[in-house]
């Protein structure tokens, strides 16, 4: 089945490094994606890694893939009180481009 | 504009009311989406429209009705909703390649309440 874990919270301080987990189900996801909802908005693409990746880094974010063990990883480094929000993992099972969502981490960032 | 736009932003509706939700991407893209984000649940894919076809509907209620004139635009048709259809409803776009979609745009999203 088709199915995506994240934590709910996270809190740590502002100048920290923040890691998100999650966990899928689906070995066949092509790419996996991490986005950002600010309060009152909608989603943002944030990064996207392809099955056959173990990391990438784009700035202060890594994503790392652990896909043996069909886990996703978003690291923050630096993390600013502006990076508060809510963090969502998701993958596409197969080729179909279907968006399968985790229920959202909950990042707050302490000052 | 740029990016995928929605109007309107914030909608209050009796449970006997019509009214109808857009979406409009100006990526170029060739797929859009129609998404539903409750309170502490995970989104759910309602509809997928691909060259303007739709492609997927996931067991959304009649009540809901989507429509897409061209690649460019999404509505979503609301009549007779409940209490429960309150929620904040996403649009989302794609470039599809080969049945292939890549990575979706989504807009801010319209906030609905039904009373």
């Known amino acids: 089945g088709e199915d995506v874990e994240q934590s709910l919270f996270l809190s740590v301080r502002e100048g920290d490094s923040s890691v998100i987990n999650c966990t899928y189900t689906?070995?066949?996801?092509?790419?996996l994606y991490w986005y950002k909802q600010e309060p009152g908005a909608g989603l943002q693409l944030l990064t996207y890694?392809?099955?056959?990746?173990d990391m990438k880094q784009d700035q202060r974010l890594t994503v790392l893939l652990n896909k043996k063990d069909k886990h996703l990883s978003l690291r923050i480094a630096d993390t600013q009180t502006g990076d508060s929000a809510i963090y969502f993992c998701a993958e596409t099972p197969g080729n179909t481009g279907k968006l399968i969502f985790g229920q959202g981490t909950t990042l707050q960032v302490k000052p | 504009e740029t990016g995928v736009t929605q109007t309107p932003r914030h909608l209050v509706m009796g449970m006997t009311n019509k009214k109808s939700l857009k979406c409009e991407q100006h990526?170029?893209?060739?797929?859009m989406y129609w998404y539903k984000q409750s309170a502490k649940k995970p989104l759910e894919l309602m509809f997928v429209?691909?060259?303007?076809?739709?492609?997927e509907n996931n067991s959304v209620p009649s009540r809901f009705s989507p429509e897409c004139p061209n690649s460019s635009h999404l509505f979503l048709h609301l009549h007779t909703l409940q209490p429960e259809d309150s929620a904040l409803y996403l649009c989302?776009?794609?470039?599809?390649?080969?049945?292939?979609?890549?990575?979706?745009?989504f807009g801010p999203g319209t906030r609905l309440t039904v009373t």
């Open positions: 990526l170029g893209h060739n797929a």
């Open positions: 890694i392809f099955s056959n990746m």
């Open positions: 429209y691909s060259l303007e076809e739709r492609v």
């Open positions: 689906d070995s066949s996801s092509t790419y």
């Open positions: 989302a776009s794609s470039q599809e390649q080969a049945g292939v979609s890549y990575e979706q745009y």
